[in-house]
């Protein structure tokens, strides 16, 4: 890496002290996203680049509104593929957008604009993947490598920085950043990336449907979301897993590293405990045989109750409950009784004896 120390560029000192940040999920791409010369990028102009460097300090600075403490970027990239240090490693940016975007990864540039200068060079996109690595290396940055317009309203980091580095942010000779670009499946990454089918069902990295939206919900309800910056959504994304897996540790799992067992890809007894049913078994299996009515009776326990109330559950007749929510047991109680009731009222063919008691119809209809 060809690095330009503040030194080096002729920085101005910083004008507030700078946030110390400990380490990130991983970077994010940034352009000027004003006109920058085209002439910047001519292979005898660099001696220019660390004068525009200065300038793009100055105007940070400059900025009232934002009352910038520096220039906002962790690290800035000149046409020439030099790596000039902004604020540097284990220092928050301030150009992500907000606070929580601004702590969740660094920020580094391009010297590349929404006009004149649009396309970068190879030789930048080199010092970009350089950059990145310095960030890893030195700044305990983790594997995402996003554009400034992931989780936040902007054109940045323009068109074609953002579809290199939707393709990997790889280096021109098709490697990428040492631990992978953490966006696309290739490339070694510590965070796992396998899928596992949960009764017919896939989670995991890359899996979607509306299952994988209701985990994210689930996640989110219980307080496991601050990997989300967007979504939850229909599809698994890296933030699913890393929210899963602090569901996972807050269990008592251990181990967050691929396939251990708070890897963030779910197995059916988190999974059940995490929505209090298990999504898929009764839309693909058959329903099971009815037990009979004298595995309900009111203040007696039965193994068929707790399938019930996980019916139940899953269909959302649970408002009555002891003060403490619907949970699934044995026992059928005055509440089994009042939602089995509630149920049998939703049903046309079931309305006319809600008396709560499952018979054979109540019970295929709500396992159904
Ligand atoms: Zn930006
Ligand atoms: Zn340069």
């Given at each position: 890496m060809q690095l330009v120390t503040r030194a080096q560029w002729g920085a101005q000192p910083s004008r507030y002290e700078l946030v110390y940040i400990a380490s990130t999920q991983g970077v994010k791409i940034h352009y000027e996203g004003s006109y920058v010369p085209k002439s910047l990028a001519d292979p005898d102009a660099h001696d220019a680049c660390a004068g525009h460097m200065r300038d793009i300090q100055a105007a940070h600075l400059a900025n009232t509104a934002e009352d910038y403490s520096d220039i906002a970027y962790n690290a800035v990239v000149c046409p020439h593929g030099a790596v000039f240090e902004g604020r540097g490693v284990h220092r928050r940016t301030a150009a992500n957008g907000n606070q929580t975007l601004n702590t969740a990864h660094y920020a580094v540039c391009a010297m590349v604009g929404s006009s004149g200068l649009v396309q970068p060079t190879d030789a930048q996109l080199n010092g970009l993947v350089d950059a990145i690595e310095w960030m890893r290396s030195?700044?305990?940055?983790?594997s995402e490598v996003r554009g400034h317009r992931d989780g936040y309203a902007t054109a940045c980091p323009g068109d074609a920085l953002y579809a290199w580095v939707q393709a990997g942010a790889r280096r021109p000779d098709g490697t990428g950043p040492i631990g992978g670009?953490?966006?696309?499946?290739s490339g070694g990454t510590e965070i796992a990336r396998y899928q596992v089918t949960i009764n017919g069902l896939t989670y995991g990295y890359g899996a979607s449907g509306d299952h994988v939206t209701k985990v994210g919900q689930a996640l989110v309800a219980k307080g496991f979301g601050r990997h989300y910056e967007v979504g939850p959504g229909p599809t698994w994304s890296d933030a699913d897993t890393r929210n899963y897996s602090d569901y996972q540790v807050s269990l008592g799992y251990s181990g967050t590293a691929a396939h251990q067992d708070a890897d963030g890809v779910p197995g059916a007894v988190t999974l059940e405990q995490l929505l209090g049913y298990l999504p898929g078994s009764t839309s693909t299996t058959a329903v099971p045989p009815f037990p009979g009515r004298s595995a309900f009776v009111l203040g007696k326990s039965n193994p068929a109750v707790v399938r019930l109330d996980r019916a139940l559950i899953r269909k959302g007749f649970t408002r009555h409950h002891d003060g403490n929510g619907y949970q699934a047991g044995p026992k059928f109680t005055q509440y089994t009784r009042k939602n089995v009731a509630d149920f049998q009222r939703s049903v046309k063919a079931l309305?006319?004896?809600?008396?709560g008691y499952p018979g054979p119809e109540t019970w295929r209809r709500l396992l159904s």
């Amino acid at each position: 890496m060809q690095l330009v120390t503040r030194a080096q560029w002729g920085a101005q000192p910083s004008r507030y002290e700078l946030v110390y940040i400990a380490s990130t999920q991983g970077v994010k791409i940034h352009y000027e996203g004003s006109y920058v010369p085209k002439s910047l990028a001519d292979p005898d102009a660099h001696d220019a680049c660390a004068g525009h460097m200065r300038d793009i300090q100055a105007a940070h600075l400059a900025n009232t509104a934002e009352d910038y403490s520096d220039i906002a970027y962790n690290a800035v990239v000149c046409p020439h593929g030099a790596v000039f240090e902004g604020r540097g490693v284990h220092r928050r940016t301030a150009a992500n957008g907000n606070q929580t975007l601004n702590t969740a990864h660094y920020a580094v540039c391009a010297m590349v604009g929404s006009s004149g200068l649009v396309q970068p060079t190879d030789a930048q996109l080199n010092g970009l993947v350089d950059a990145i690595e310095w960030m890893r290396s030195g700044g305990d940055a983790g594997s995402e490598v996003r554009g400034h317009r992931d989780g936040y309203a902007t054109a940045c980091p323009g068109d074609a920085l953002y579809a290199w580095v939707q393709a990997g942010a790889r280096r021109p000779d098709g490697t990428g950043p040492i631990g992978g670009s953490g966006d696309g499946t290739s490339g070694g990454t510590e965070i796992a990336r396998y899928q596992v089918t949960i009764n017919g069902l896939t989670y995991g990295y890359g899996a979607s449907g509306d299952h994988v939206t209701k985990v994210g919900q689930a996640l989110v309800a219980k307080g496991f979301g601050r990997h989300y910056e967007v979504g939850p959504g229909p599809t698994w994304s890296d933030a699913d897993t890393r929210n899963y897996s602090d569901y996972q540790v807050s269990l008592g799992y251990s181990g967050t590293a691929a396939h251990q067992d708070a890897d963030g890809v779910p197995g059916a007894v988190t999974l059940e405990q995490l929505l209090g049913y298990l999504p898929g078994s009764t839309s693909t299996t058959a329903v099971p045989p009815f037990p009979g009515r004298s595995a309900f009776v009111l203040g007696k326990s039965n193994p068929a109750v707790v399938r019930l109330d996980r019916a139940l559950i899953r269909k959302g007749f649970t408002r009555h409950h002891d003060g403490n929510g619907y949970q699934a047991g044995p026992k059928f109680t005055q509440y089994t009784r009042k939602n089995v009731a509630d149920f049998q009222r939703s049903v046309k063919a079931l309305a006319g004896d809600p008396d709560g008691y499952p018979g054979p119809e109540t019970w295929r209809r709500l396992l159904s």
